[in-house]
């Protein structure tokens, strides 16, 4: 069984813990633009990156029961526009990743399958995440590059997945992530690439998470931050601002702009309950006022940015269990506000 708290305790900066997680998703809005959809053997009818909302809503699916309300695809709440199955499985080849559901939650692929096609044919984008806590999938070659692409198309095939949410706690190297993720859209011209980095991994455009997110922008959908279990972090002002708050997140998604990033490809990742994570819950309408300050300059903390981004990509959730756990409070209150943008 899963823990009950999707987060890392693998990252500690003298006055700064950090940790995070969770998904997202968007249209790339580089200079690929939005990309006509590959043919695919996949079972269902693939909605693809051309089908993700301006203003998107992404939340992770749980393929395990840790406490939280257990879901299949088809419960899940119709406010997201992104799905994330977590999580892929590592093989004994570096690089490589399979899925197998979990045999605890009595649910039959030949069923997944059809809800995975049902969630598309509604217009939502599922994807695979990559990682979590203990996800030790290790893409440091060019041989793991390799295998890490070719099974990610594989099970996109397989499955009818969208594309792949890239939600690594354990280090990433940029030169070879970006050699696979180059290499599924090269496969899957329509590929939904998302990416749920922690706070630290963000702030700067040094750091490998980020330089991997610059090296894919022209097919990049959206990098969901995790906004929790984390400590205190560098706003885009210099200024240091405390998890829980709402200069938190959105003077870290300031980081993330002025780093290079489109607004689009930003969205805000926070938990669904103040059990989905060890720290950072703040209350879904929290989520909503720093939206509207980073997209309008409303509803700001201390913080205001010097600019307006209304194509603010929208937020994201861990998880849509926990959400159904707490009463679906954060999906009907972030997701109405999201698709109102």
């Not at 594309?163 to 190297?173: A, K, P």
């Not at 989905?276 to 201390?302: F, H, I, W």
Request: with cysteine; net charge negative.
């Amino acid at each position: 069984m899963a823990p009950p708290r999707r987060f890392s305790s693998l990252r500690a900066l003298a006055a700064l813990t950090t940790s995070a997680l969770a998904a997202a998703g968007l249209l790339a809005l580089g200079p690929a633009g939005a990309h006509a959809e590959t043919p695919t053997t996949a079972p269902g009818p693939r909605a693809g990156a051309s089908q993700v909302p301006a203003h998107a809503v992404t939340g992770y699916w749980q393929n395990f029961d840790n406490g939280a309300t257990v879901q299949t695809l088809a419960e899940v709440q119709d406010e997201y526009d992104i799905i994330a199955v977590a999580f892929a499985d590592a093989t004994t080849t570096a690089g490589q990743v399979d899925f197998t559901l979990d045999p605890a939650l009595g649910y039959s692929e030949e069923q997944f399958k059809a809800d995975v096609a049902a969630k598309q044919a509604e217009g939502k984008s599922v994807v695979l995440s990559v990682g979590g806590e203990k996800g030790a999938v290790s893409v440091s070659d060019d041989a793991s590059a390799d295998a890490f692409a070719d099974s990610v198309v594989s099970l996109m095939d397989e499955y009818g997945f969208d594309g792949v949410d890239i939600d690594l706690e354990n280090g990433l190297n940029a030169t070879y992530m970006t050699k696979a993720l180059e290499a599924v859209h090269a496969a899957k011209s329509d590929v939904v690439v998302t990416m749920a980095p922690q706070t630290i991994d963000m702030q700067s455009p040094q750091n490998e998470y980020f330089k991997t997110a610059l090296n894919i922008k022209s097919f990049l959908t959206a990098v969901n931050m995790q906004y929790y279990n984390s400590g205190s972090m560098n706003g885009c002002d210099g200024k240091v601002y405390p998890s829980g708050t709402v200069d938190f997140l959105t003077s870290l998604a300031c980081v993330q702009i002025k780093g290079g990033l489109d607004p689009s490809q930003v969205g805000i990742g926070t938990p669904a309950s103040p059990q989905a994570a060890g720290s950072g819950y703040v209350e879904p309408g929290v989520v909503n006022d720093a939206l509207d300050c980073l997209a309008k300059g409303t509803s700001c903390g201390s913080f205001t940015p010097d600019e307006k981004w209304p194509g603010i990509r929208g937020a994201m959730t861990w998880s849509t269990a926990w959400d159904a756990a707490a009463g679906n409070a954060w999906s009907s209150t972030v997701g109405p506000h999201v698709h109102g943008m």
